[in-house]
């Protein structure tokens, strides 16, 4: 039986550039895709984080950036995603790398989301919280807002203060309990002096890869826009 690396594995083409993202899923997916360039695939990636240049590099895989691409989209991003509803619309950011991650998403002709079956929810915010960057200058007004909303912001905390992401900004976890419309307190927050960009991602989404992670994201279910198919 396949898994869902596998599955997206069949989508690339000799002369991509591909989306490369961030989290355990992505990360794997990288690892894979790594062994068909060591067999001779000429492909080219444009890394969400650090991290997953870094596990790139470490497998040959060539990297470019969108400064180097210019005009030309990006053909296939491969990602992960913290929750999905039926409308495929995400949370992201679990991972700490949300802003590049939507701008290599908003770059690309076609995105695929690889998750388990845990990250299926019937509405965003399920899990609990809705990652958030911003810049350190604004965190007090970001989280008395957040309290006069009826939420709590955490900060991402390290062993000496505040966790900065790839782009050196504190990231901050927006309760999502109780908010039945987090849509609407996503583009809320997005409205504040300050904020770089939230979790939430709305439309982006062409195609959701579900495996079940405890037998190596094995292959389950596959959602697309329009059309939903079960293995």
């Not at 969400?48 to 030309?72: C, F, H, K, M, Q």
């Not at 039945?180 to 062409?206: S, Y």
Request: hydrophobic letters at 40%.
């Amino acid at each position: 039986m396949s898994s869902i690396f596998e599955i997206v594995l069949q989508e690339v083409r000799p002369g991509m550039v591909l989306g490369l993202g961030s989290g355990r899923a992505s990360l794997s997916f990288v690892r894979s895709l790594g062994s068909r360039v060591a067999q001779g695939l000429s492909v080219a990636g444009v890394p969400t984080s650090a991290e997953t240049a870094a596990l790139a590099v470490e497998l040959g895989i060539p990297l470019v950036s969108l400064a180097e691409l210019g005009s030309r989209p990006i053909d296939l991003t491969v990602d992960g995603a913290d929750e999905v509803d039926p409308e495929l619309n995400l949370i992201k950011g679990y991972g700490r790398a949300l802003v590049r991650e939507k701008i290599i998403a908003s770059s690309s002709k076609r995105v695929v989301i690889l998750v388990g079956t845990e990250k299926l929810v019937n509405n965003l915010g399920d899990r609990g919280r809705l990652p958030v960057e911003v810049v350190s200058f604004a965190l007090p007004l970001i989280l008395k807002k957040l309290e006069e909303w009826g939420s709590r912001g955490v900060v991402w905390q390290g062993p000496s203060g505040p966790n900065l992401s790839d782009n050196g900004n504190p990231i901050v976890d927006c309760d999502t309990t109780g908010i039945e419309d987090v849509r609407g307190f996503a583009n809320k927050i997005r409205c504040l002096p300050g904020v770089v960009d939230t979790g939430f991602f709305q439309g982006l989404a062409d195609r959701v890869l579900v495996g079940d992670e405890k037998h190596g994201f094995q292959f389950c279910q596959s959602l697309d826009r329009g059309a939903i198919s079960e293995f």
